[in-house]
């Protein structure tokens, strides 16, 4: 499987608390049965960190205080979350600050 979509789960749930298979169905361009074996493959390797609500119909974020997955450099991270964002975040060693929101010319 293919990192950047267990990136973009992750990504996902950080922010959103909660990610179903249209999400990501729509997000990285897959069908439904390969998001499907995307959140196997995610839960499969991150146990206990996501749970399903039969009512809501999607993976909510087990515990909010646990991070739901390590990313080996920060700029995984900005790509993932460039992903759930739409925004374009440039990697830290190219030019600009790699912020999208300083990219933006938005203030922190």
């Known amino acids: 499987m293919k990192?950047?979509?267990?990136q973009f789960v992750s990504a996902k749930v950080s922010h959103a608390r909660q990610v179903c298979r249209d999400d990501i169905s729509r997000a990285l361009g897959?069908?439904?049965?390969?998001a499907t074996k995307i959140?196997?493959?995610y839960r499969e390797k991150?146990?206990?960190?996501?749970?399903?609500?039969?009512t809501e119909k999607r993976w909510?974020?087990?515990d909010p205080n646990r991070p739901p997955m390590a990313y080996k450099e920060a700029v995984e991270y900005l790509h993932a979350v460039?992903?759930?964002f739409?925004?374009?975040a440039k990697d830290s060693r190219s030019e600009g600050s790699?912020?999208?929101i300083i990219e933006k010319g938005h203030q922190a």
Do not use: C, K
Not at 30 to 34: D, F, H, L
Not at 46 to 54: A, C, F
């Open 39 to 41: 959140l196997s493959e």
């Open 82 to 84: 460039s992903v759930v």
């Open 86 to 88: 739409g925004i374009n």
């Open 98 to 100: 790699g912020d999208p």
């Open 60 to 62: 909510l974020l087990a």
């Open 30 to 34: 897959v069908g439904m049965a390969s």
């Open 46 to 54: 991150h146990p206990g960190t996501l749970e399903y609500s039969v």
């Open 3 to 6: 990192r950047h979509y267990l």
